[in-house]
């Protein structure tokens, strides 16, 4: 029978870690192949390096939480990954890091069965070849300073944070091999001695082979056009999601992971909070307690009496017209929205770019930097000041014109 377009459950792996097996998960469902894996005869060798790896979603047995394996092409985990994965999850990392990060891993394995290296003898050439081969837009294809490379700088800075972390967990596990790259990661120099060291404090140069990044100002909307989107809501539902959003600066992982409780309307606040058991699997990342606009808590009310009804839920954002009745929102019934939601507006905007204008707006207002990274749940300052500080022309202008130089300047003509 013809594979279906989403693979079937199957039995849990037995991974080995240490002298020991654990059960790692219960179900694995694939994420970038439609048909079902090839079996072990038909590949061949059991290498890890050899063919082409895959990403794989994953159900811790003991906790039920999400994860990710690299399965290589004889349909066995690559152990040396899923060790890494795995301590990722166990300590709590974002699902979202450990799934970039098993990409980026698998990108890496790619790299390695490519060039006919193995993963136990990294080099800092090698590394720096693994940057190039990313920047590649093809095997036979060199990158010119001016031509356009295949990955951003950031995706491959990312890979290379994936890369040396994956090292830097085995080295501490007793695994030396990777010694000198970890040492010249840790220092930024290698064994370079600068002109005072040890003298006059240095600050690190960061990952090796790091490129740099061209800074960028997060994409904003005019007032205009989030008034556009808050009005070309149908629903109640949708009107209070889009204007949560935009008057509060939250995220959609905040948003979709609220309770009830959460709204204290009488006090006209919402608490954030972070919870690891969200039915739709919405994650907080931060706490904290912020201010809203009594238009918001009236909004909030008509939602809750012209549509929520008697419905039974602890959660605010619920399914309400189509898909399982009663149950949380997800990711993809926002991502529906937003799609739906552009074709009637007619310009192309993501929810986070509501919170980058809240926050642009407030900066512009003059709002102490500390208070604006507390309304919007940075957990530290530092966070709030590398994105959002960036003058523009026109935030340049302003400030020349409220000192007085604009005019003093111009009288010079």
Sequence with gaps: MAPTARASARPHHRVVRGDAYLERVTNVISLERSSVLPSPDAVGSRSDLAGECRVRRVTVAVTG????????????????????????????????TVRAYAHDLKLYWSFLAASGLGWEAPTIESLGEFVAWMRRPAQNVVVLVSGDARRSRRTVNRALSAVIGFYEYHERNGQRFASSVIDYARSGRGSYKPFLDGIAKAAPRGRVGRMREQRSLPRTLTLGEVAAIIGAQHRVRDRFFFALLALTGMRVGQALGLRHSDLVGHERRINIVAREDNANGARAKSEGSIPITGELVRCYSDYMHGEYGDLDSDYVFVNLWAGRIGQPMNAATVAALVRRTRARVGF???????????????????????????????????????????????DLREALASAGMMQTLGDLL
């Design 348 to 394: 192309s905007f993501t929810p986070h770019m509501l919170r980058h204008t809240y926050v642009t707006l407030a900066m512009r207002g003059k709002v102490p930097l500390e208070v604006v990274s507390r309304l919007v749940t940075h957990a530290s300052i530092e966070t709030t000041s590398s994105t959002y500080l960036h003058a523009t022309v026109e």
């Design 65 to 96: 939480a999400p994860s990710w394996s690299l399965v290589g092409p004889d349909r066995i985990v690559v152990e040396p990954v899923e060790r890494y994965l795995a301590w990722l999850t166990h300590i709590e990392r974002s699902p979202n």
